[in-house]
């Protein structure tokens, strides 16, 4: 079973480079690895992540700010700017290329973390999910979920803003995603978001993530 795991997963990852775009891949965290973010085709971080810029055109920008082609960048739970039509009902603002919406609505932007200038969540057991929304399920607190304000307990190799602030062990450093590490998806520019090793950090966006994180 776990060699047919490992011949999939390596399937996947020929595809995106393939591909030329960048590749998301969820690992299992009970085997000490993170969700791998490489940017296999050299592009810049997008949406909130990358200070409200754009992929290239016929890209959609993932809710984990990196630009892609895929259901994993693309789908409506996984895009947050540059999606492509037919959009669900209620889609609106950047997620919906700036569709409004009907008369006596507002669009909302996100109440927390990223989307809201690493605000929190304000009622207790909130969870502040990816999307940038406060809620206490399954949709908001899940690790693949949530982005701020995660329900503990946390699972080993979690760290940073999605375990509300927690260290990594020494030597290792904290991604984006929130996972520990020590390969350049960990420790790199700009994946990496506190104990980076990278000289390129800069050390404004350091401060910046490192103050959503409290």
């Known amino acids: 079973m776990r060699i047919s795991i490992l011949a999939l997963l390596a399937l996947f990852l020929l595809e995106a480079v393939l591909a030329n775009e960048v590749f998301d891949v969820p690992m299992n965290e009970t085997i000490g690895v993170e969700s791998i973010n490489a940017s296999v085709g050299g592009y810049p971080r997008c949406g909130a992540q990358g200070d409200g810029g754009n992929c290239p055109s016929g890209m959609c920008c993932s809710v984990w700010g990196w630009c892609g ?3 994993g960048y693309c789908a409506p739970q996984n895009c947050q700017k540059q999606c492509p039509a037919p959009y669900p009902e209620g889609r609106c603002g950047w997620q919906a290329d700036g569709k409004s919406c009907p008369n006596g609505k507002c669009c909302s932007y996100g109440e927390c973390g990223l989307q809201k200038n690493g605000e929190r969540c304000t009622k207790p057991g909130e969870c502040c999910s990816i999307w940038g929304l406060c809620g206490a399920t399954y949709k908001y607190c899940d690790p693949q979920h949530c ?6 307990p946390f699972p080993p190799g979690r760290c940073g803003w999605q375990a509300d602030g927690r260290p ?9 995603s929130g996972w520990c590490g020590t390969t350049s998806a960990h420790c790199t520019y700009p994946q990496c978001v506190s104990q980076c090793n990278d000289p390129r950090f800069p050390s404004s966006l350091n401060n910046r993530i490192q103050s959503f994180m409290l």
């Open 168 to 176: 990594c062990p020494t030597g290792q450093c904290c991604s984006f």
């Open 147 to 152: 982005q701020k304000q995660c329900s503990a």
């Open 69 to 71: 082609k895929t259901y």
